[in-house]
């Protein structure tokens, strides 16, 4: 790997890893601008803004922006997530020109067309209706919610359907202006790439960014609570969180290994007395999310309704058990799993691409491989079993949709736990 980085003069950041015997690229526009940095007013203008981008310029129209990265059988693509929008393609060697000169022209020179607007908030309205028959990612939904209530980091990416409707053209440039600039911006690319073309052009087709800093983004306030919606499922949904930890924070790979080491696979304790031992779930997994200042740690399942009570009381006993008696297997098995993600992203210039990109943003810099599985390997039984310890002893959030009657509060839960 071959990592290099340059600031250009405008203050946008390109940053490149060139993978030897590889004969495509993948080279993305990334802005540190997601849902969360949209006031109440904006709430879902990220998502729409990221539609938007791919509907004309004063060169292309729609179809002539699919086709020109088609036609030479390349991707593209975008996405929005919580902290940062991303705008990227997946190409032959010979055409990361083209690739940068299109991501260029949507990103800088989009007309916003307002019939095209129109036609896009309806197709973003069916994306938001959609949600209700996705159980699985509606109960995450109301789980944000519930852990960041009243907060942009706790809202849905996708916005609420009467704010789209509402959305106009000069809401769109006006978000534009304030977050996509070059400060905010970095350019990733791996695979087949040349650092210094890919500078060269970047110096001049982003050259017109706007050149401020971004706004300072609100802290985040993990609080905890419940959101309960009743609703007719063959499934129960079951989320069950606390507190995580931000990527800055120290403790932040000793909770990633814990979350991985309780229920990273079909291996994990959680797993072995959800799903084996009891048959409460078919699947259970835990997850810890980190962000700029906070993060989630929790775990999911669906179950029948007459095994939601029991399968919550069991899933906490197991991650209160882990946290004082983790054996050396599991997280040694959770070091692994954590190691072969990482390692498996330098062999994808794809998730190469979005690696370096994300580590930029955050950090500065790209992190050096070896640094961080050597910061996994300096991981002891104590270190992570006191993560785990820690994550639990905040308050709890519980999400549930299907049947809730009988469900666990998280009072209930924050007593179970009182001993940890």
């Known amino acids: 790997m071959a990592i290099e980085s340059t600031k250009l003069s405008c203050g946008l950041r390109v940053v490149t890893d060139a993978m030897p015997g590889l004969e495509t690229a993948s080279l993305g526009v990334y802005f540190a601008a997601g849902s969360r940095h949209e006031s109440a007013a904006e709430h879902g203008l990220s998502h729409l803004l990221e539609h938007m981008a791919f509907k004309g310029t004063a060169r292309r129209d729609a179809?002539?922006?699919?086709?020109?990265?088609?036609?030479?059988?390349?991707?593209?693509?975008?996405a929005t997530s919580v902290e940062n929008t991303a705008y990227y393609a997946k190409i032959l060697r010979e055409d990361c020109g083209l690739a940068m000169d299109v991501l260029a022209d949507i990103l800088t020179q989009s007309l916003f067309d307002p019939q095209e607007l129109e036609r896009e908030k309806q197709v973003i309205l069916q994306e938001i209706a959609s949600l209700q028959d996705s159980p699985e990612d509606l109960v995450f939904d109301l789980f944000n919610a519930a852990a960041f209530p009243d907060q942009p980091i706790?809202?849905?990416i996708l916005g609420v359907a009467q704010g789209v409707k509402?959305?106009?053209r000069n809401a769109i440039k006006t978000y534009l202006d304030r977050h996509?600039?070059?400060q905010n911006c970095?350019?990733?690319?791996?695979?087949?790439v040349d650092h210094a073309a890919i500078c060269a052009q970047a110096e001049t087709l982003f050259k017109d960014l706007p050149r401020h800093e971004p706004a300072e983004l609100t802290p985040a306030r993990y609080?905890?609570?419940?959101?309960?919606?009743?609703?007719?499922?063959e499934q129960t949904q079951v989320v069950i969180g606390f507190a995580g930890l931000s990527y800055s924070d120290p403790g932040n790979y000793a909770a990633h290994i814990f979350a991985n080491a309780v229920g990273g696979g079909m291996a994990s304790p959680l797993f072995q007395e959800v799903r084996e031992k009891r048959g409460l779930a078919y699947g259970v997994s835990a997850f810890h999310w980190s962000f700029l200042d906070a993060g989630l740690f929790g775990f999911e399942a669906g179950a029948q309704a007459s095994d939601v009570r029991e399968l919550i009381s069991v899933g906490v006993d197991v991650l209160a058990q882990a946290s004082k008696n983790l054996g050396e297997t599991d997280m040694a098995r959770a070091k692994a799993q954590t190691k072969v993600a990482l390692l498996t992203a330098l062999e994808n210039s794809s998730s190469r691409a979005e690696q370096i990109a994300r580590q930029t943003m955050i950090f500065g810099r790209v992190l050096d491989t070896s640094e961080v599985i050597?910061?996994?390997?300096?991981?002891?039984?104590?270190?992570?079993?006191?993560?785990?310890?820690?994550?639990?002893?905040?308050?709890?959030?519980?999400?549930?949709?299907?049947a809730v009657k009988k469900a666990v509060s998280a009072a209930d839960i924050a007593a179970r736990l009182a001993g940890v």
């Open 154 to 156: 706790g809202r849905p």
């Open 374 to 402: 050597a910061k996994i390997d300096a991981l002891t039984l104590e270190n992570v079993r006191e993560a785990g310890a820690s994550l639990l002893r905040t308050p709890p959030t519980v999400a549930i949709l299907g």
């Open 166 to 168: 509402g959305f106009s």
């Open 223 to 233: 609080l905890g609570g419940e959101s309960l919606v009743s609703k007719r499922l």
């Open 63 to 78: 179809h002539a922006i699919a086709e020109s990265i088609e036609n030479v059988g390349g991707d593209l693509n975008a």
């Open 180 to 182: 996509y600039t070059a």
């Open 186 to 192: 970095v350019i990733a690319a791996a695979g087949a």
